[in-house]
């Protein structure tokens, strides 16, 4: 099944950050993005386990 997203892989620091955008939106490797991270809309993951940390 195809996907209407795009995946994003990125930095905030030194750490890493994946964003799930729409399709619509385009950006080139090395390109600096501004984005908004609403609180509600994120999750968190161990680093090491993989398992999610969200409540």
Known sequence: ???TDNI???????QPLIIRV????CSR????LR???PTQA???FDTTSG???DD
Do not use: N
């Open 8 to 14: 994003i892989h990125g930095k905030i620091s030194a």
């Open 35 to 37: 984005v908004a991270l």
């Open 1 to 3: 099944m195809l996907s």
């Open 51 to 53: 398992q999610c940390l």
């Open 42 to 44: 994120l999750h968190y």
């Open 29 to 32: 490797v090395g390109e600096l």
């Open 22 to 25: 729409a399709q619509s939106t």
